[in-house]
């Protein structure tokens, strides 16, 4: 038989787990934009500068790793700010 985990006791952990995650996001949030930074120079210098058609116009292939990788970095930005704006919101509605 397994036992179904109790709400009441879960109720602590859950919020000190979303304060850690407040902390761990700000500790990671530099070394994330990093690797995105080590991750496009690599992109620039291991691919080629070959050319692909794109509705009549041509694009450079190693643009197109990059573009993934600014909406990835750009992503990752917003998600620190709107966890910037909660934590501000907690402190200042209580």
Same mark, same amino acid.
């Given at each position: 038989? %397994?036992?179904?985990?109790? #709400?009441?006791?879960?109720?602590? /952990?859950?919020?000190?787990?979303?304060?850690?995650?407040? /902390?761990?996001?700000?500790?990671?949030?530099?070394? #994330?934009?990093?690797?995105?930074?080590?991750?496009?120079?690599?992109?620039?210098?291991?691919?080629?500068?070959?050319?692909?058609?794109?509705?009549? %116009?041509?694009?450079?292939? %190693?643009?197109?790793?990059?573009?993934?990788?600014?909406?990835?970095?750009?992503?990752?930005?917003?998600?620190?700010?709107?966890?910037?704006?909660?934590?501000?919101?907690?402190?200042?509605?209580?």
């Amino acid at each position: 038989m %397994r036992e179904e985990p109790r #709400a009441g006791l879960n109720a602590g /952990s859950d919020r000190e787990k979303q304060q850690r995650t407040g /902390s761990d996001l700000a500790k990671r949030y530099p070394w #994330a934009l990093a690797m995105y930074v080590v991750l496009a120079v690599l992109v620039w210098f291991t691919m080629d500068a070959g050319k692909v058609l794109v509705m009549g %116009r041509p694009v450079e292939l %190693r643009l197109v790793p990059l573009i993934i990788l600014g909406g990835l970095a750009l992503r990752t930005i917003l998600a620190v700010q709107a966890d910037r704006i909660r934590q501000g919101g907690e402190k200042g509605g209580s």
